[in-house]
């Protein structure tokens, strides 16, 4: 999840460099998620994946989407792994291993080094409202599709937990800028402009957070919200401390999917 400005590229490349706050982040929301699911779970869920599929997954960070899904990866006739960051990638590979139908490269979306037609499906998750020029992006991401091959990309609402911090934060300005480039309200007409078939899918959920500890480490794995980055860390968990209601903390979650054909 990415707060800062959608420019700030030094902080999205720090944020993302290794795989430590982002381990950070995935456990935070697997632990204080009320819908027991799992996004991650429930993404695989709206994959069509049949066998001998050429598979294409664009910002992989850790490769988590396929960790304890042998059954999806050995349906890959191959299954290419790319990531922008060189640090990200190696630890999916050291995740998932070497295996014989399974590629890792470091790619970036808006230059693709495939050919046209490549794939049968392409993935990418919470990752293109980082993407400098998304419509190129997009349009790279068709180039590689075969016909009638599926795009699936998650994001995030414009109703999230960021937007509530920011309140009680009090941050604005330069100081909160939400990245809104790419997001479940708006994404769908990005997509149309390269996909006909747009379809939008929500995932219900929420946080009920019952350790203030953790919630501050959250955040604080946040390169890109700079502005509590640089309070006190006993000032973080006041501020926290005050929305304690029931001896948790509740924050909204807004994420969900388009899947493109």
């Known amino acids: 999840m990415h707060f800062g400005s959608s420019n700030d590229t030094e902080a999205v490349k720090k944020q993302y460099a290794t795989s430590k706050g982002l381990d950070i982040r995935i456990g935070f929301h697997n632990k204080y998620s009320t819908n027991k699911q799992g996004y991650s779970n429930w993404i695989i869920s709206n994959y069509n994946i049949k066998r001998g599929m050429k598979v294409l997954e664009l910002g992989c960070g850790t490769g988590g989407l396929w960790e ?4 999806m990866v050995s349906r890959c006739g191959k299954l290419v792994l790319t990531d922008f960051s060189e640090g990200m990638l190696e630890t999916a590979r050291n995740n998932l291993g070497e295996r014989d139908n399974i590629e890792y490269i470091q790619a970036d979306i808006q ?3 495939f050919e046209e037609n490549s794939f049968d499906v392409v993935i990418a998750n919470s990752m293109l409202y980082h993407v400098p020029d998304i419509d190129r992006g997009i349009r790279e991401v068709r180039r ?5 091959g599926v795009f699936y990309c998650a ?3 414009e109703n999230n937990f ?3 911090l920011a309140e009680w934060f009090e941050l604005g300005g330069e100081e909160f800028k939400p990245n809104h480039n790419f997001t479940m309200q708006n994404g769908g007409a990005v997509l149309g402009k390269s996909f006909a078939d747009v379809k939008t899918v929500f995932y219900e959920d929420s946080l009920h957070v019952t350790d203030v500890e953790d919630l501050v480490e959250y955040l604080r ?3 890109s919200f700079k502005a ?3 309070l006190p860390v006993d000032k973080i968990r006041k501020i926290l401390t005050e929305h304690i209601e029931d001896e948790a903390v509740d924050l909204p ?7 493109c054909q």
């Not at 590689?144 to 009638?148: M, N, S, T, Y």
């Open 253 to 259: 979650k807004e994420y969900g999917m388009f899947i």
């Open 144 to 148: 590689v599709l075969k016909p009638g």
């Open 221 to 223: 794995s946040l390169a």
């Open 162 to 164: 960021p937007e509530l």
């Open 228 to 230: 509590i980055l640089d």
């Open 111 to 113: 230059y693709l080094p």
């Open 155 to 157: 994001t995030l609402g």
């Open 68 to 71: 304890n899904h042998e059954d």
